[in-house]
C-alpha cells in the first residue's frame, strides 16, 4: 500500500475512503460479506501476472508450476468442502459460471426452465436481456401467489409440457430452502439436467447451515465472494462423467486466461471455510437473519413467505406506504447499506419495486448477534418511515446514523493495518 500512495495517490484515497465506508456505515446487502486479510493478500499478489491458460498440468505457457499448486490446491480444498466430484475454479463470476454450465450441458436453442426474474431467477436464469434468454428458450417458473414460496407443481407441470434440456433452481432474492431432491425427481421425470445456481448460498452450505445441493445436482454454479467470503469470481462443481465438458465449456468456450491470483485466493477462502469458525459464522448468519427478519416485522415490514432460513429477507413495504426506491435511499442516508428488491408480483417496476432486500454474511463476520440484529430492525425501521423531504424526516435520518455509527464502532471490521500494509 506504501508503494500505491508514493505511486497512485488517488487510487490510494479511493482505497482508504472505500475502506472507511465500509468500517462506518452498516452493509446489509445480502449478496456481500467481508473477505479476509489474508483473502485480500492473494488478491494483491504477483500471481496477478501470470498467463495460465488450460489446467494444472497442461497449460498453454511455460513458467505455470507456481501456479498450478494453487489452482491445484483450490480444486482440492472445493471438492473435498463440497463433496464433489470435480471442480472448476475458473469462473470469473457466477455469470461466467453460469454460461459454462449452459455450454456443458444444452445447446443454443434448447428450452430451459428456470425461476423467473421477477420471482427471483437472476439474470442468467433466462432474462432476455442476457445470453440465457437470447441463446436459449427460457420457459419461467414462479413463486405460489398465497405462500410466495417455489410453486413445485407448476415447476413439474412445465417441465412435462415442455421436456426442458435443463432446469435451473437457485435465486438472488429467495428465503427459504429450495427442495433440490424435489428438483431431481422433476428433472429425472423428464430427462433433464439439473443445474443448482448456488451463488448466495454456498457459503451457507460450506458453514452445513443449509442443506447441500451437491448430491442432487448435475452441476452446481455458484460465486466465491458472497456468504463464502473469497474473492470476486465463479465456481463449478460437477460430477465426475461431466468434468471434461466442464473445464472444457470454462476454457476455451467462454474464457481466456484464468485469473490466478484469484485462484490462488479462492484456495485460501476454501481453507478458511473449512475451519469450525466457519459453521458458527454461517450459523450464526442464518440465527441473525431470522432475529432481523422478525424484529422487522415488529416495524411493519413483511417478511416475504412470512420469513427466512437462509442468510437473507425480503420484506414488502406496501404497508407502509414507502417504496423499494425511497427505503433504499432512506437508509442510504443513515448509513446503513441494503437493496431495493422487486417482492413475487410486484405491482411496481423493478426500478421502484415494493421490497427491499437485507442480508446477514456482512454483519455476522463483523461478530454482531441477534440483539444487534434487533436493534438494527428498529434503526431500519425508523429510517425507512423517516421522509427527508421534511424537516422531521430529515433530522431523525441523521440522529439514526449517528446512531448506525456507534453501533458498527463496536464492531470493528478490518485493522487498518491488516489491510493497508
Ligand atoms: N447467480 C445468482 C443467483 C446471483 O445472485 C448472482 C449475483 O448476484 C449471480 C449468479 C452472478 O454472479 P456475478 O455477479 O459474479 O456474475
Redesign the pocket.
Known sequence: FAALQRDDPEIATVLLDELARQQETLQLVA?ESFASPAVLAALGSTLANKYAEGYPGNRYYGGCAQVDRAEQLAIERAMELFGAQHANVQPH????A?LAAYAALAEPGDPVLALGLPHGG?L?HGSRANFSGKWFHPIAYRVDPDTEEIDYDEVRDLALAHRPKLIIC???SYPRLIDFALFREIADEVGAYLMV?A??VIGLVAGRAVPSPVPHADVVTC?T?KALRGP?G?MILCREELAQRVDKAVFPFAQGGPMMHTVAAKAVALREAAMPSFRRYAQQTVRNARALAAGLTAEGMRPVTGGTDTHLALLDLRDLGVRGTEAEARCARARIALNKNAIPYDPEKPAVASGVRVGTPSVTSQGMGEDEMRRIAGLIGAAVRSDPATAGGASRLDEVGTEVSELVRRFPVYAQQEVMA
Request: charged share 10%; net charge neutral.
Open positions: 449478496s463470476s457466477g455469470a461466467s453460469n437472476h442468467t437457485g435465486s438472488a445456481d451463488a448466495h460465486t465472494h470476486r465463479g
